[in-house]
């Protein structure tokens, strides 16, 4: 091909392409609407990334903090009339307290109870903060244990620092003077809840402090010889504890409701406050203990 001719050619094709891209550009402005400002939309921004979406307990949902290196519950969404997932089984039992009253613990068996949480003793939420044993503790270990349910216990605390956390687990140990760690098949469990009917000790305390409080309270019962757990509620344990910090603990949930809706993996479940368990006068605190089966072996 001769060199003048392909110039020609390129100055046709130019003059062909030129209208045609200045025509297509218009149409995409008088589209638009934008006067001739051509808008490019900023990238789309999700508010949730990294949250999970969870029952608040007071029939609404709410965002919270997702943590990778904790387990997903396997109980979500389960309730008595379910199937137990694969891999567990499910027995029910009791948490108890002085409030309870004498308890015939032969009939709370015979009724189909499983085991029984007890509690110990408390610290007040009052500015002395004084430590109190249960009264019907020792009765109750004895007669749950006697009539062979599995036993565990816990402590109410009001504790505003880890060495009041510490002060309150060595007050346990002396109330369960003469107990071996193995005549207890359930943890130790550190009960730290906010006061929400009065001013109390506890108010304001700031979630970092309160988890320090579990791992002091917990290191020390451990030192012991016995299994320490924790006990919190919904919102406590989404905005207050340091999750993976605590994740060595057996966790029981107090999440009330007709089926378990707590996220994160845990251990027992306190599911609803029960009437009508033969044994006991008036109402009790019903709890789940999800059960993980060992594995069975090949071949």
């Known amino acids: 091909m001769q060199k003048g001719a392909s110039i020609v050619g390129m100055r046709k094709i130019r003059y062909i392409l030129w209208p045609a891209l200045a025509l297509a550009l218009a149409l995409v402005l008088a589209g638009c ?8 939309p900023a990238a789309t921004v999700d508010p949730y990334a990294g949250m999970v979406e969870v029952e608040s307990g007071f029939g609404t949902k709410m965002w919270v903090e997702r ?7 396997a109980f979500l969404g389960w ?3 379910k199937a ?37 003793g408390y610290r007040g939420y009052g500015e002395a903060g004084t430590l109190v044993a249960d009264p019907r503790f020792r009765e109750n270990l004895a007669g749950a244990r006697a009539a062979g349910l599995d036993v565990g216990v816990y402590f109410f605390s009001q504790a505003v620092t880890p060495e009041e956390a510490e002060e309150e687990a060595e007050f346990l140990l002396g109330l369960l003077d003469g107990v071996a760690p193995e005549a207890l098949a359930l943890p130790v469990f550190f009960d730290w809840e906010d006061i929400i009917h009065d001013t109390a000790r506890t108010d304001g ?13 917990a290191r020390r019962i451990a030192a012991a010889g016995y299994t ?12 207050s504890y340091d999750l ?11 999440a009330l409701g007709a089926e378990s809706d707590f996220y994160y ?14 044994g006991i006068s008036g109402a009790v605190d019903r709890d789940f203990w999800f059960v993980k089966l060992p594995e069975e072996s090949e071949g």
Do not use: K
């Open 67 to 73: 943590h990778d290196e904790l387990d997903e519950s």
């Open 79 to 81: 309730s008595r009339l």
């Open 33 to 40: 609407g934008l006067g001739g400002i051509v808008h490019v």
């Open 244 to 254: 993976p910090a605590l994740r060595d603990l057996p966790l029981w949930i107090g």
């Open 84 to 120: 137990v997932p694969e891999g567990y089984a499910v027995r029910m039992g009791v948490d108890v307290s002085e409030h309870q009253g004498e308890i015939d613990w032969a009939r709370v068996r015979r009724d189909g109870v499983d085991f029984a949480i007890l509690r110990a």
């Open 205 to 217: 305390l700031d979630g970092e402090t309160v988890t320090a409080c579990a791992v002091a309270f």
């Open 265 to 278: 993996a845990h251990s027992f479940w306190q599911n609803a406050v029960a009437e009508g368990i033969d």
């Open 228 to 239: 320490p757990g924790l006990y919190a509620y919904r919102y406590l344990a989404y905005f």
